[in-house]
């Protein structure tokens, strides 16, 4: 186990430094250094003055040497400062990655307090009117473009209706209030965990169906056990394991959504925050942005694949079978 | 096997439709007396009307025809995208399967981190690469087949993972039937046994992804066309005709409406034929649904 654990988080380490060298990579690809900046601004400047501006920002090096440089200065929790923001980027995602962690913790808590329940019913009754019609409303679920539910979900309710902010944080001149602030998440979070809604309905839909299906619970039944209790301390218990995966694999899915949503919504998280930073060529806001998605990505994976082996005693790790 | 028919007819015919609109695009609109490029200015954002039949956009271009021509774009995209992804992941997952071991081993963890890893803010950094610092000339790296070309392959990269997966565990037990034994004792080298004895025999599951990977690919690209990073104006796609749509939704939500509209009827249209298609070729799937 322990075994088991040092490896997996080796391979985490090894991943996310081959994604920050990958990723220093192409940022210096991207359009607009500021020797690009200085050429667009004056069309005089003359090689003498590009070179100096090179130098100046250290862009006249290899762009290796850059990288061992930034690096060396990550390990000492150095990430350099924002162009955009002029701030060190540690401040800004410290201000930033609260919006994003309440933005998907909602979503996560909205789309499991809806899905267990439409999973539950449908797989009472698997081929019924009712499954039937919570299978339809997932499968839309899964094929709705986000962005576009989102623009649908303010024109129904900001610009018919005009209950709900089109977007912002908070409104202008407004108390601030808790309140306030809960409005305007109601259409993110909405948008948020559409596709989780869905994804986690069918998963559990099945995988009820399958238990419900297995010999403990015909056992169970032919104890005399209430259907109330078998269903939920002996189907749903195994059922809910192959969700705690699901959880884990779908952190990536999320934060690929926060950036959809921040952005559309003007909440101020790190997906907005990355857009930003690649949209304004502020690399190093945009590395650590990057980078701190991937991790928290990837950690949730490692801590939903430990839940599961903590979970389901027939699981050992360390020896995948199958593989 | 009936629900399978119907929702086989049902997808089917809603994609045909869409293809036939996107592809006779021009026709139409020559018949129609339409144009998708022709700009008025004294008509923005104008209402359903004889002449523009759902009206037209910001700069007066008639909405119905920039819709079928950015149904063009996005649907060619889409489908040439979901066709590279396939290829990608079916390569990968034969030599995966059939060579085993370390290969094996390092491409399955490569996958396992393409489908954990958060896609769209990497996307969005691959999208944003200045190609002419990668020794393409100006000319080249601003066209417009440059911009489509990137977009197919971006998204085709990180399609890949799940054919690649589908095709490695049916490579896996394939490996070990008497018809691949009895093509090595006859002395076959690897590469013919499985062009031309495991890869026919994936052939089903393949289909089945690739069709399930068009949806996805349909939504990746309208995600990052809408983003900005996609499919360029003034070239419309579905994706890119929702960009401006959120400033204007207060004068105009109906321009919010029909784009998206067409992406999701075509992506429940792929998925529903997908899954159809999966039941059908595979029936022992039919009963533990995915």
Same mark, same amino acid.
Request: proline share 5%; hydrophobic share 50%; charged share 15%.
């Given at each position: 186990?322990?075994?088991?654990?040092?490896?997996?988080?080796?391979?985490?380490?090894?991943?996310?430094?081959?994604?920050?060298?990958?990723?220093?990579?192409?940022?210096?690809?991207?359009?607009?250094?500021?020797?690009?900046?200085?050429?667009?601004?004056?069309?005089?400047?003359?090689?003498?003055?590009?070179?100096?501006?090179?130098?100046?920002?250290?862009?006249?090096?290899?762009?290796?040497?850059?990288?061992?440089?930034?690096?060396?200065?990550?390990?000492?929790?150095?990430?350099?400062?924002?162009?955009?923001?002029?701030?060190?980027?540690?401040?800004?995602?410290?201000?930033?990655?609260?919006?994003?962690?309440?933005?998907?913790?909602?979503?996560?808590?909205?789309?499991?307090?809806?899905?267990?329940?439409?999973?539950?019913?449908?797989?009472?009754?698997?081929?019924?009117?009712?499954?039937?019609?919570?299978?339809?409303?997932?499968?839309?679920?899964?094929?709705?473009?986000?962005?576009?539910?989102? $623009? +649908?979900?303010?024109? !129904?309710? *900001?610009?018919?209706? @005009?209950? =709900?902010?089109?977007?912002? &944080?908070?409104?202008?001149? /407004?108390?601030?209030?808790?309140?306030?602030?809960?409005?305007?998440?109601?259409?993110?979070?909405?948008?948020?965990?559409?596709?989780?809604?869905?994804?986690?309905?069918?998963?559990?839909?099945?995988?009820?169906?399958?238990?419900?299906?297995?010999?403990?619970?015909?056992?169970?039944?032919?104890?005399?056990?209430?259907?109330?209790?078998?269903?939920?301390?002996?189907?749903?218990?195994?059922?809910?394991?192959?969700?705690?995966? $699901? +959880?884990?694999?779908? !952190?990536? *899915?999320?934060?690929? @959504?926060? =950036?959809?949503?921040?952005? &559309?919504?003007?909440?101020? /998280?790190?997906?907005?925050?990355?857009?930003?930073?690649?949209?304004?060529?502020?690399?190093?806001?945009?590395?650590?942005?990057?980078?701190?998605?991937?991790?928290?990505?990837?950690?949730?994976?490692?801590?939903?694949?430990?839940?599961?082996?903590?979970?389901?005693?027939?699981?050992?790790?360390?020896?995948?079978?199958?593989? | 096997?009936?629900?399978?028919?119907?929702?086989?007819?049902?997808?089917?015919?809603?994609?045909?439709?869409?293809?036939?609109?996107?592809?006779?695009?021009?026709?139409?609109?020559?018949?129609?007396?339409?144009?998708?490029?022709?700009?008025?200015?004294?008509?923005?954002?104008?209402?359903?009307?004889?002449?523009?039949?759902?009206?037209?956009?910001?700069?007066?271009?008639?909405?119905?025809?920039?819709?079928?021509?950015?149904?063009?774009?996005?649907?060619?995209?889409?489908?040439?995208?979901?066709?590279?992804?396939?290829?990608?992941?079916?390569?990968?997952?034969?030599?995966?399967?059939?060579?085993?071991?370390?290969?094996?081993?390092?491409?399955?963890?490569?996958?396992?981190?393409?489908?954990?890893?958060?896609?769209?803010?990497?996307?969005?950094?691959?999208?944003?690469?200045?190609?002419?610092?990668?020794?393409?000339?100006?000319?080249?790296?601003?066209?417009?087949?440059?911009?489509?070309?990137?977009?197919?392959?971006?998204?085709?990269?990180?399609?890949?993972?799940?054919?690649?997966?589908?095709?490695?565990?049916?490579?896996?037990?394939?490996?070990?039937?008497?018809?691949?034994?009895?093509?090595?004792?006859?002395?076959?080298?690897?590469?013919?046994?499985?062009?031309?004895?495991?890869?026919?025999?994936?052939?089903?599951?393949?289909?089945?992804?690739?069709?399930?990977?068009?949806?996805?690919?349909?939504?990746?690209?309208?995600?990052?066309?809408?983003?900005?990073?996609?499919?360029?104006?003034?070239?419309?796609?579905?994706?890119?005709?929702?960009?401006?749509?959120?400033?204007?939704?207060?004068?105009?939500?109906?321009?919010?409406?029909?784009?998206?509209?067409?992406?999701?009827?075509?992506?429940?249209?792929?998925?529903?034929?997908?899954?159809?298609?999966?039941?059908?070729?595979?029936?022992?799937?039919?009963?533990?649904?995915?």
């Amino acid at each position: 186990m322990t075994r088991y654990l040092a490896s997996r988080l080796l391979q985490t380490l090894i991943l996310l430094l081959a994604l920050s060298a990958a990723t220093y990579g192409l940022l210096g690809l991207m359009p607009g250094d500021p020797a690009d900046l200085i050429l667009g601004a004056d069309p005089d400047a003359t090689a003498a003055d590009i070179a100096r501006i090179k130098a100046l920002y250290g862009i006249d090096r290899p762009i290796w040497e850059r990288y061992l440089d930034w690096l060396g200065g990550a390990l000492q929790g150095e990430f350099g400062y924002s162009r955009l923001y002029s701030q060190p980027v540690i401040d800004i995602v410290a201000q930033r990655l609260p919006t994003t962690l309440l933005l998907i913790g909602s979503a996560l808590v909205i789309a499991l307090s809806i899905a267990l329940p439409a999973a539950l019913r449908a797989a009472r009754n698997p081929g019924g009117t009712v499954d039937r019609a919570i299978n339809l409303v997932c499968f839309a679920g899964v094929s709705v473009p986000p962005f576009w539910f989102a $623009l +649908l979900m303010i024109i !129904l309710f *900001a610009v018919i209706l @005009g209950w =709900l902010p089109a977007g912002g &944080m908070r409104s202008s001149g /407004g108390d601030g209030g808790v309140l306030d602030r809960l409005l305007h998440l109601i259409l993110p979070v909405a948008t948020l965990s559409v596709a989780t809604v869905a994804t986690y309905t069918r998963h559990l839909r099945s995988a009820m169906i399958e238990a419900l299906s297995e010999d403990y619970v015909r056992t169970a039944r032919a104890k005399g056990i209430t259907e109330r209790r078998v269903i939920w301390r002996h189907a749903l218990r195994n059922a809910l394991l192959p969700l705690v995966t $699901l +959880l884990g694999l779908d !952190l990536g *899915a999320l934060v690929s @959504g926060a =950036l959809i949503t921040e952005t &559309m919504f003007g909440q101020l /998280g790190m997906g907005k925050t990355i857009y930003d930073a690649i949209m304004g060529n502020d690399y190093n806001l945009a590395l650590i942005g990057l980078l701190v998605a991937a991790s928290a990505t990837l950690i949730g994976n490692l801590l939903a694949d430990l839940a599961y082996a903590k979970l389901d005693p027939r699981i050992t790790l360390g020896r995948e079978p199958g593989r | 096997m009936r629900r399978h028919r119907l929702a086989v007819m049902l997808s089917g015919g809603m994609l045909g439709l869409l293809a036939g609109l996107a592809l006779f695009a021009p026709v139409l609109g020559w018949a129609l007396g339409l144009d998708a490029e022709a700009v008025d200015l004294f008509d923005r954002l104008g209402p359903p009307s004889a002449d523009h039949p759902l009206g037209t956009d910001e700069l007066g271009r008639d909405l119905l025809m920039r819709l079928l021509e950015g149904g063009r774009v996005s649907l060619a995209v889409g489908l040439s995208a979901a066709v590279a992804g396939s290829a990608l992941g079916t390569i990968i997952g034969l030599s995966a399967g059939f060579v085993g071991g370390r290969l094996d081993d390092l491409l399955m963890r490569l996958a396992d981190a393409v489908i954990a890893l958060p896609l769209l803010p990497l996307l969005i950094v691959l999208a944003a690469v200045d190609l002419t610092k990668l020794g393409l000339s100006q000319q080249m790296a601003e066209a417009e087949t440059t911009s489509l070309i990137r977009l197919v392959l971006l998204v085709a990269l990180v399609s890949w993972p799940t054919t690649a997966r589908l095709v490695r565990a049916q490579t896996l037990s394939l490996r070990e039937r008497e018809f691949v034994m009895a093509a090595r004792s006859l002395g076959y080298g690897t590469g013919r046994i499985m062009l031309r004895h495991i890869l026919p025999n994936t052939a089903a599951p393949i289909l089945v992804a690739m069709t399930l990977a068009v949806g996805n690919v349909v939504l990746f690209e309208s995600v990052l066309s809408f983003l900005g990073l996609g499919v360029r104006p003034p070239t419309p796609s579905w994706g890119n005709m929702l960009t401006g749509a959120q400033e204007l939704i207060w004068q105009a939500p109906m321009q919010a409406v029909w784009p998206g509209l067409l992406i999701f009827l075509t992506v429940v249209s792929v998925n529903l034929l997908g899954d159809a298609l999966r039941d059908i070729l595979d029936p022992r799937t039919r009963q533990r649904r995915r």
